[in-house]
């Protein structure tokens, strides 16, 4: 019996830390598929961008522009199929200037903090429909949708950017 109710209590308790937790989240940070994922990227992020999540991403338009902000090496790895490369540090307008300023966009790197920046710097130069990947492909290959490599064939690796990130990519193959 003492037995029982130790677990009965034990399984009430993870029960209310469980929905405390899930409680605490924004859509977006629910819309991440782990918690502590979702967790990092609430206190990493400023969240000063319209965020996008996986889901609603991968059923936008075929008029949107998916413009990816991480470097070289992460993009020529795997990328979204037909995202553009525009890149962080050197990251410049020109790269979009051939887009109508209402053109949806959604600009993605390894978790969101670095497309957060170039979203920024779209909605300041007058972008009007600009989102950030909420997650990052992380999280879209972690929600099992498919990347490319440059030839344009589907590939599971994806650029991991390093040991410490690379933790939260949780599926597909990592690369360093």
């Known amino acids: 019996m003492q037995t029982l109710l130790k677990y009965i209590r034990y399984t009430f308790s993870l029960a209310l830390l469980s929905f405390t937790v899930s409680s605490c989240l924004t859509a977006q940070e629910a819309s991440v598929k782990s918690n502590s994922y979702g967790f990092m990227l609430k206190s990493l992020l400023s969240h000063t961008v319209p965020e996008m999540n996986v889901p609603d991403a991968a059923e936008k338009p ?31 307008l020109d790269t979009v200037n051939d887009l109508p300023k209402t053109t949806p ?18 909605i300041a130069a007058g972008f009007e429909n600009v989102s950030n990947l909420y997650g990052g492909i992380f999280e879209w290959k972690n929600q099992g949708h498919t990347v490319v490599n440059p ?14 990130w690379g933790v939260w990519l949780k599926k597909g193959e990592k690369v360093y």
């Open 151 to 164: 030839a344009g064939d589907t590939t599971d690796e994806v650029h991991a950017y390093n040991r410490t």
């Open 105 to 122: 966009i959604v600009v993605y790197c390894s978790v969101g903090y670095r497309s957060e920046k170039i979203s920024e710097q779209l």
């Open 62 to 92: 075929a008029n949107t522009v998916f413009l990816d902000s991480r470097a070289r090496e992460e993009y020529d790895v795997s990328h979204i199929k037909g995202a553009r490369f525009v890149g962080y540090d050197n990251f410049s």
